[in-house]
């Protein structure tokens, strides 16, 4: 109908007839109401009947027995039911063994009619499967205001707690590896000042568990000398800073001082202010102290604790540059020991000299050592600064007048001068070459054979060790094979040394006819001998070669015995045990006795050079060799002879019952490559052309 205002609305009529005395009717009553508010009603319920159906949640109802009375559509989509199904049964349609109904806790609110969100269960759907839900439940009443059941809308969770868990998860791994790594977290919101911190870098800064850690309290535990740098990092990412990287040192409640690497990033709003700093603190303690061992290693003597060749570069330079600091330098060589560097400022000649006499004197009282005195002769080298020295130059001068000093029968000093210059390498050029001669390969291995005296056939090879300089030429062990010893350069040379003869010797072994039982002989140092790891790389050797244990003997000097009477038994042992051979070389140098022979499980005997120079020239080196051979033979070991030079010597040797020689007379030290030669060669065509080169 129409307002008179011209505006339409809604009616419901109601039209009866009114009838006359005939029945026929005679007017028409019209009963209209205004049914605006009805239908506003209606068209509100159905817009939420439409909204109920298409939403993605399920939205359901139960009347207070707990039978579902609606059932949306997507309660139908999300537990696999139709309305048809679901309406009428009850709500433990939907429950499962570890969701005890809607919970006692909605049931419970429900029941008192009161509104319940956030409730967390799970219900199974028709096909079996379970899923995580979300819960919003409120009352249900009737026209009369009482209660007549429960609405609950339902959202599927199943996604999101299957990332919460994968979070939860991820974070307790950081967690657990930011422990094993020492590495703690810390976060500050900068709106609310509030901050959260890992329980590692609780641990770090020596917290107990849950104690707050605020910036300020941060602050208290930085050292006082970095607090100014804290608060500076600060402030920069305040001003829009990025990230910042920086090193600081913490006071720990305990007083323990430890280092921390802090890596600190800003997160940043969508106005480019900063909302939250995200900082990463790592223990750095170790790796300080480390760096500090190291760098004091790097320029102080392992031994004796004294600064090194480095540390005495840098002062030496230092006072140069000064000017008029007038530096002296001695080089003090303790005999059979250590290089001693001395450096020393505004002395002239005589202040000098009158010093190196002071540091003489000082050495020659005798001192004792597990009961035993011990006595020290030095010598002296002294370089006074001259114009244009270097602190090279200086180092080099020391040098060269040390060994002036050792070369006049030594305990004495002498003074630098411009004439010395003359030798070749001075002792320090030659030890900075010889740590980079491995690597540079100019190393390497001559072999001499060992002939059997009786047949002349050459039944085993010893491995020399020559250097090649790529400046100075071919330089003999007895130049440096001393350097190496005093500087522990020995051990690594030495272990090359045994690897690459035991490959030469093995790879001879398998492809010369003739060589297929011959052995290898190599020298060891004493360092190598008590090493406690030495048997395990001779095991390495033995087996990267694929040689024979039994073809293998290492030869040590009867002088490095004697300075080394407490040889690890072990290690014997266990050498021993790999069925390698102790070769005695220079034996009768020595004083070793029958009873360390026995101990030491020697092989062979190798008679010094001195006693086979004399044979048919003094009666007094038969008479030597014919009691080692005598020992040999009721020890049962074997006996080489070195240096066998002439035919005459030979003979002796033969006459002696000696049954092993090498020397000139059959071949001087070889490179690899003429090894073939003296297998292909007659052993007799061989000796006479190595005669010949001799005389």
Known sequence: MRHRTGKEFPVHATVSPIRGRHTAPVAVVAISKDITDRKHSEAILRRLSDMVESSGDAIIGADLSGNITSWNAGAAQMFGRSSLEAVGQSYRLLATRDAGDFGDEVTAHAGRGTFVTGVE????CKDGSVIDVELTVSPVYGQDGTQVGASAIARDITEVQRLKAEAAAERERLLAAQEMAHVGSIEHTVATGETWHSEEFSRILGLAAGSPATRDSLLALTHPEDRDLVRRVWASLENGLESADFEYRILRPD?????????????????????????????????????????????????TGLPNRYLMTEVLEGLLDRGGARPVVMFVDVDRFKLIVVVCENLLMRGARTLAERIRTSTRDPFEVEGRQIYLNVSVGIALAGRGDTAESMLRGADAAMYRAKAAGGDSSAVYEERMTGRATGRLDLESDLRLALDRRELCLNYQPIIDVSTGATVSFEALLRWQHSEHGLIMPDTFIPIAEETGLIVPISTWVLNEALRQVQRWRRQLPGAENVSAAVNISGRQLVACDFPRIVEAAITGSGIDPAAVNLEITETILMDQP??????????????????????????LSLSYLKWLSARTLKIDRTFVKELGRDPHGATIIELVQGM?????????????????????LRRLG???????????????????????ASPENRAREVAQEVR
């Not at 269960?121 to 199974?124: G, M």
């Not at 009721?634 to 035919?647: H, K, M, R, W, Y």
């Open 121 to 124: 269960t799970r219900w199974r």
């Open 255 to 303: 007083g323990e001082q430890r280092w921390l690497h802090s890596r600190i990033r800003s997160v940043n709003g969508q106005d480019g202010k900063s909302r939250r700093f995200l900082d990463t603190v790592l223990d750095i303690t170790e790796r300080k102290n480390a760096a500090e061992i190291l760098e004091y290693q790097a320029r102080h003597d392992a031994l």
């Open 566 to 591: 407490d040889l690890p038994k072990e290690t014997l042992q266990r050498l021993a045990a790999l069925g390698v051979g102790l070769s005695i070389d220079d034996f009768g140098t020595g004083y």
């Open 632 to 652: 040999a033979d009721s020890l049962n070991l074997d006996v080489i002879a070195e240096g066998v030079e002439t035919s005459d010597q030979l003979a002796e």
């Open 658 to 680: 000696v049954r092993l020689a090498q020397g000139y007379f059959w071949s001087k030290p070889l490179p690899p490559e003429s090894i073939p030669s003296l297998f292909h």
